[in-house]
Each structure stands twice: as structure tokens, then as C-alpha cells.
């Protein structure tokens, strides 16, 4: 996986649920110090995230869910259509896609802040951060299978 390097800025989502779907406190990549994480951007009409993304994520979580060393979130980036991506929503997706990790809900103002953040392209989109906070890889696609053997690999 290669992509262009950069330091993760702090996540500015204020609005999310824990993995069992109840609101929390914002979730930042402070509370995940020396893990790898993966932060997957989607919107909740978008037919690419549901065909692709989602599925995806869950292949993901599901591959490392006896693994500490990774942490992993879903962040409602809303870009457009903010009266049909909104926050209830993201328990909807949770639940529909039972992915029990925390999930955000990004509107910032008119366009989320991780997209402003991350320069982001729209959704689906997957952004992985290195243990030492570097984002080493943002973007639409991801071969899922090779993903898992590349980060197999680094988190063994």
C-alpha cells in the first residue's frame, strides 16, 4: 500500500456512537495512541459505499477483531445531501452492516471536516494511519484481500 505520507490531523467529529450504538463522547485518534487505525468515509445514500465500501469495512473488522493493534471507525462524511445523510443514520448503517466500532457523523459546515482535514474525494473512502499517526494511504478503492495480507503482516 502506497500513498502519499502525511501526519493525521485530530479527528473534529463532536457527533458519534460507541460500537454498541449508544452516543458517546467524541471519539479521537489520541484514545487509539500506538494502534494502526482506518477511518472509512462514507454517506448513507451513497449506492458505491453500500455496494463496495461497507462490505469492505466489514471483510476488514472482521479479519482483525482479535487484533489490538488496530482500531477501526466509520465517519459519516456529509458533503452533500445533508437532510439524507444525517446522524440517525449512522445507527442504521451500524446496525444494517453489524459493525460493532464506533461510527461519527461529519456535516462540519457544508462540508465535513475530515474531508477538509484529509482531502478527502468524496465516499466510499478508506484513510489508513500508521502507528506513529502518518496517514500512509487515503483514497476510493482498497483490494480488500490484499489489504488484510499487507496488514497482517505489519501488525503481527
Known amino acids: 500500500m502506497a500513498n502519499r505520507i502525511f501526519k493525521a490531523p485530530e479527528l473534529r467529529v463532536d457527533d458519534w456512537i460507541d460500537a454498541n450504538g449508544e452516543k458517546t463522547t467524541p471519539v479521537k485518534l489520541a484514545d487509539f495512541e500506538g494502534k494502526y487505525k482506518v477511518i472509512y468515509c462514507f454517506q448513507h445514500w451513497c449506492p458505491g459505499c453500500h455496494s463496495v465500501g461497507l462490505p469492505s469495512l466489514q471483510k476488514l473488522?472482521?479479519?482483525?477483531?482479535?487484533?489490538?493493534?488496530?482500531?477501526?471507525l466509520a465517519v459519516q462524511t456529509v458533503f452533500e445531501g445533508a437532510d439524507k445523510n444525517t446522524y440517525d443514520k449512522i445507527l442504521e448503517t451500524q446496525k444494517k452492516y453489524d459493525l460493532a466500532i464506533p461510527f461519527g457523523h461529519?456535516?462540519?459546515?457544508?462540508?465535513?471536516?475530515?474531508?477538509?482535514?484529509?482531502?478527502?474525494?468524496?465516499?466510499?473512502?478508506?484513510?489508513?494511519?500508521?502507528?506513529?499517526?502518518?496517514?500512509?494511504?487515503a483514497d476510493f478503492h482498497i483490494n480488500t484481500d490484499e489489504t488484510i495480507k499487507y496488514l497482517k503482516e505489519v501488525l503481527k
Request: charged share 25%.
Open 106 to 137: 461529519d456535516a462540519g459546515d457544508g462540508r465535513s471536516t475530515i474531508m477538509q482535514d484529509y482531502q478527502t474525494g468524496g465516499t466510499p473512502w478508506f484513510i489508513f494511519i500508521d502507528n506513529k499517526n502518518n496517514v500512509f494511504f
Open 61 to 72: 473488522v472482521s479479519a482483525f477483531e482479535e487484533n489490538d493493534k488496530i482500531a477501526f
